[in-house]
């Protein structure tokens, strides 16, 4: 006997009947739809900090950053190793904006350091509320990178970072799309209230994506600028990194054996601009000897099957994809596309083996739900390894100065399930792919390796 289809079964039918199962191969899988926004409201007294996160600056020292209601608040962080012992104190600075009629709070930035490697230290913000823990990474490899993309703030969100943290990892990296605050501002208080829980424990490194432009009308006046919030309240260390500007930064990890590039795709990219003027000075300034590994981030991807923003990280690949040809990056991760991709090493649109691998991870969660139309006749397809529409995390577990593994994990309700795995080799550790100055510079570098 059939069983009876009342209107709410019929409903929840339909629903499954729209979503896809993975084109990888593997177990079938019905893709979740998107989840519900978290309204995260604010608990503190004015005076006391929320939002509270920590980045890296230069080589032993971290930013820690947050928010006050109150106008008075201090920009000191008192830190030490035990609990409650707070030996060392540092000052800091605030800063605050205007968003057409929303006044944010007070932001506060205070560096903190010099700080030990690999190290527990506990800390306090504006000498009020409540203590906070965070763990440097190591000074040497090996190091665990976590990656998350188009994170936003719903139950997926949630579950991401939760499976992010059940596994220790050193730092996070984020290719852009942040709080999906879209101009309403008081998503992105929402927002950092969301992710201190894991944010003020390990250092956040972010670039920005298209959902932090924001620009207001130029036509109004007063209109505010572009990234104005995101660029007040994530503080990357740009100026360390000698960029001109807070949309695209370098900083070293490991004690500096791997070296993360985050670009800017939403700044200016041609061969005339400050973005590719300082990327090619960045770049000509790594040792591969000494820093084995480079690594990229950006948001809106140069090779991607999906139709979802179909071609848009093109002109960027064609002014910029030479110079990490040339100076041999390792990986280059990106955001944009709800879904996830890995392509083979590729460069110029075909595959070679002393290109990047390039890897698609906006999967973190966010409101706007899956990416699901993968094209299978793509001109890309036969690049293209891996790719499913799920939500997910990724880790890059650098173990050595050869040997990297890449694991992407797809959020299965309260389990993350390792869905693509793989091993990388060092482009500086493959003598094929050495480019040619550095082989005349170093010869004996083949010995060292």
């Known amino acids: 006997m059939r069983s009876k289809k009342t209107p709410a079964r019929i409903a929840f039918l339909l629903l ?11 177990s ?9 926004v978290i309204l995260t409201e604010n608990s ?3 005076s006391h900090p929320q939002q509270v996160h920590v980045s890296l600056v230069g080589a032993n020292h971290m930013r820690v950053s947050w928010v006050t209601d109150a106008k008075h608040g201090h920009s000191v962080v008192d830190y030490g190793r035990a609990s409650g012992n707070y030996t060392s104190s540092a000052t800091g600075e605030h800063t605050s904006y205007r968003y057409f009629l929303y006044s944010s709070g007070k932001i506060h930035h205070v560096t903190i350091g010099p700080l030990d490697p690999d190290t527990v230290y506990f800390y306090r913000c504006g000498m009020v509320g409540d203590e906070f823990a965070l763990k440097t990474p190591p ?7 976590a990656v998350a993309g188009d994170l936003g703030q719903t139950e997926w969100t949630a579950s991401t970072l939760a499976h992010v943290s059940k596994t220790d990892y050193d730092v996070l990296l ?6 999906y605050a879209d101009t309403q501002q008081p998503l992105w208080d929402m927002f950092g209230r969301f992710v201190q829980k894991h944010a003020s424990r390990r250092p956040w490194m972010v670039t920005e994506g298209n959902h932090e432009v924001e620009a207001g009308m130029p036509v109004l006046p007063g209109a505010p600028d572009p990234f104005l919030a995101y660029t007040a309240r994530w503080r990357m260390p740009h100026e360390e990194s000698g960029s001109p500007s807070a949309l695209y930064y370098s900083f070293d990890a490991a004690g500096g054996a791997v070296h993360v590039v985050m670009l ?8 005339t601009s400050e973005q590719y003027g300082w990327l090619a000075r960045d770049l000509a300034r790594v040792d591969r000897r000494a820093t084995p590994w480079l690594v990229v981030l950006l948001h809106a991807p140069w090779y991607n099957t999906n139709a979802a923003h179909a071609g848009e990280g093109e002109a960027m690949r064609k002014a910029m994809e030479k110079l990490l040809y040339d100076a041999r990056v390792d990986v280059v991760f990106s955001g944009h596309v709800h879904a996830y991709e890995r392509f083979t090493r590729a460069y110029n649109n075909e595959a070679n083996p002393c290109g990047p691998v390039y890897i698609t991870i906006g999967d973190g969660g966010n409101r706007e739900g899956l990416a699901f139309d993968f094209q299978k006749n793509h001109k890309l397809a036969r690049l293209s390894l891996m ?3 799920s939500f997910g995390h990724g880790r890059l577990s650098v173990v050595n100065a050869t040997t990297a593994r890449w694991a992407w994990h797809r959020n299965d309700d309260v389990d993350s399930i390792i869905r693509d795995d793989l091993w990388i080799e060092s482009l500086a550790a493959n003598a094929a792919c050495r480019p040619q100055a550095i082989n005349l510079a170093h010869d004996s570098w083949s010995d060292e390796l």
């Open 16 to 26: 499954v009947g729209t979503l896809v199962v993975s084109v990888a191969a593997g």
């Open 28 to 36: 079938e899988y019905v893709r979740p739809p998107p989840g519900r």
């Open 44 to 46: 503190q007294p004015p």
């Open 139 to 145: 000074a040497a490899l090996p190091i665990e990178l």
């Open 174 to 179: 984020v290719p852009g799309d942040l709080a």
């Open 264 to 271: 800017g795709s939403y700044a200016g990219f041609n061969s």
């Open 387 to 389: 790719r499913e529409a």
